[in-house]
């Protein structure tokens, strides 16, 4: 296995215009192991075209497209069905041509670890048992937590105590900072962590980086190493949260939040309360947003982060779970700042998935 095959990539032909179609370019230019070669529209209209996608031509001339563009992989972004899809020119290519067809949505899936909210529909929510994780894994993930959770709390005792000594003498105000958070089924809880910022005067933001001044000496290392979250262990104790799961956002950002996640879908238009489906589990002091996607700074980041909180529950686990935690050892063991797990830091946390089907044809050249 040289270094040539290694560095070959995976030409992706993209079937449709939509946002599902663009957002997957967008993040296919972002991994060095595929090249978007180029997409297929329904029709060839002004419309179409005027979405400055890298069109090549039409449904019709399918055939002709594919043997040009010499693709390993086409993937369907065609997220109105109504427009009747090629299949035996899709059959053809996929068995004679020996090239991979992908659903678009699983492969957004398989690609960012992110569900793609556009192509949710109600039917997928109310008729699916993706969104309906089983009393095991809700309880082997609980039991996890809670026993994980005792013996930290006994472990990190002694450093609680001089976490507390020393935020008192760095700064006036409390040791603990306490807040409303939307806990599992949007019940509101208190939850507690150790004072990092200075007290402020009136109403503040919700966002780290509008806040930076306030920070005070011993509250950055508490951050760097995430020892300010050390509190929330009783919350896990109580009930309140999971050490895995979506983080809880402030009572006050819910409405909002929930307001900004009813987005119009692109299959059915009908808008769908994404948000609220956070509130299927408990929160968590750590996630899977929080090690794939990073900390938000505005409600733009935090939609985005939505996607990662779905795909968590849909995948909820004791495995993924395990595996968040690893990861976010990691981090805390690396002492990154929480300013810097925001979007500098996203890139580097995605991996190209090479789908399945394409593994036997290029088994030389995955994406690392």
Same mark, same amino acid.
């Given at each position: 296995? @040289? #270094?040539?095959?290694?560095? +070959?990539?995976?030409? !992706? $032909?993209?079937?449709?215009?939509?946002?599902? /179609?663009?957002? *997957?370019?967008?993040?296919?230019?972002?991994?060095?192991?595929?090249?978007?070669?180029?997409?297929?529209?329904?029709?060839?209209?002004?419309?179409?075209?005027?979405?400055?996608?890298?069109?090549?031509?039409?449904?019709?001339?399918?055939?002709?497209?594919?043997?040009?563009?010499?693709?390993?992989?086409?993937?369907?972004?065609?997220?109105?069905?109504?427009?009747?899809?090629?299949?035996?020119?899709?059959?053809?290519?996929?068995?004679?041509?020996?090239?991979?067809?992908?659903? @678009? #949505?699983?492969?957004?899936? +398989?690609?960012?670890? !992110? $569900?793609?909210?556009?192509?949710?529909?109600? /039917?997928?929510? *109310?008729?699916?048992?993706?969104?309906?994780?089983?009393?095991?894994?809700?309880?082997?993930?609980?039991?996890?937590?809670?026993?994980?959770?005792?013996?930290?709390?006994?472990?990190?005792?002694?450093?609680?105590?001089?976490?507390?000594?020393?935020?008192?003498?760095?700064?006036?105000?409390?040791?603990?900072?306490?807040?409303?958070?939307?806990?599992?089924?949007?019940?509101?809880?208190?939850?507690?962590?150790?004072?990092?910022?200075?007290?402020?005067?009136?109403?503040?933001?919700?966002?780290?980086?509008?806040?930076?001044?306030?920070?005070?000496?011993?509250?950055?290392?508490?951050?760097?190493?995430?020892?300010?979250?050390?509190?929330?262990?009783?919350?896990?104790?109580?009930?309140?949260?999971?050490?895995?799961?979506?983080?809880?956002?402030?009572?006050?950002?819910?409405?909002?939040?929930?307001?900004?996640?009813?987005?119009?879908?692109?299959?059915?238009?009908?808008?769908?309360?994404?948000?609220?489906?956070?509130?299927?589990?408990?929160?968590?002091?750590?996630?899977?947003?929080?090690?794939?996607?990073?900390?938000?700074?505005?409600?733009?980041?935090?939609?985005?982060?939505?996607?990662?909180?779905?795909?968590?529950?849909?995948?909820?686990?004791?495995?993924?779970?395990?595996?968040?935690?690893?990861?976010?050892?990691?981090?805390?063991?690396?002492?990154?700042?929480?300013?810097?797990?925001?979007?500098?830091?996203?890139?580097?946390?995605?991996?190209?998935?090479?789908?399945?089907?394409?593994?036997?044809?290029?088994?030389?050249?995955?994406?690392?």
């Amino acid at each position: 296995m @040289g #270094s040539t095959s290694r560095a +070959r990539v995976v030409r !992706a $032909l993209i079937i449709g215009v939509s946002s599902l /179609a663009t957002d *997957l370019i967008e993040k296919l230019d972002r991994h060095s192991g595929y090249e978007v070669v180029g997409v297929v529209a329904e029709r060839t209209d002004s419309d179409q075209l005027g979405r400055g996608l890298p069109i090549l031509g039409a449904l019709a001339d399918l055939d002709r497209i594919v043997r040009r563009a010499h693709p390993d992989l086409i993937v369907i972004a065609q997220t109105d069905r109504r427009e009747l899809l090629p299949i035996r020119q899709l059959l053809d290519s996929q068995i004679h041509g020996r090239v991979s067809v992908q659903d @678009g #949505s699983a492969f957004y899936e +398989r690609l960012t670890g !992110a $569900l793609e909210l556009a192509t949710i529909t109600p /039917a997928s929510i *109310l008729f699916s048992q993706a969104f309906q994780p089983s009393r095991w894994r809700l309880a082997s993930t609980r039991v996890l937590g809670v026993v994980l959770a005792v013996v930290a709390l006994v472990a990190t005792l002694p450093v609680c105590v001089l976490i507390a000594l020393a935020i008192k003498l760095d700064s006036p105000g409390p040791v603990f900072f306490v807040q409303d958070r939307l806990g599992v089924f949007g019940k509101p809880f208190r939850l507690v962590k150790f004072r990092t910022m200075k007290p402020a005067d009136g109403q503040t933001s919700e966002w780290v980086r509008d806040n930076d001044q306030r920070i005070t000496r011993v509250g950055d290392l508490l951050r760097k190493f995430r020892l300010d979250e050390l509190p929330q262990l009783f919350n896990i104790v109580k009930g309140d949260m999971n050490l895995v799961g979506p983080r809880p956002h402030p009572v006050r950002n819910g409405e909002i939040l929930t307001m900004l996640a009813r987005n119009l879908c692109d299959i059915s238009g009908i808008a769908i309360p994404y948000y609220t489906l956070r509130c299927l589990v408990r929160p968590g002091i750590t996630g899977w947003a929080q090690v794939r996607y990073g900390y938000a700074n505005d409600f733009a980041e935090e939609l985005e982060k939505i996607k990662y909180d779905l795909y968590y529950i849909k995948h909820v686990s004791l495995g993924l779970d395990l595996s968040i935690l690893l990861e976010t050892i990691r981090v805390v063991v690396r002492g990154r700042a929480s300013s810097l797990l925001g979007s500098s830091a996203r890139a580097e946390r995605c991996r190209p998935v090479l789908p399945w089907g394409l593994s036997r044809k290029i088994v030389d050249s995955k994406p690392a």
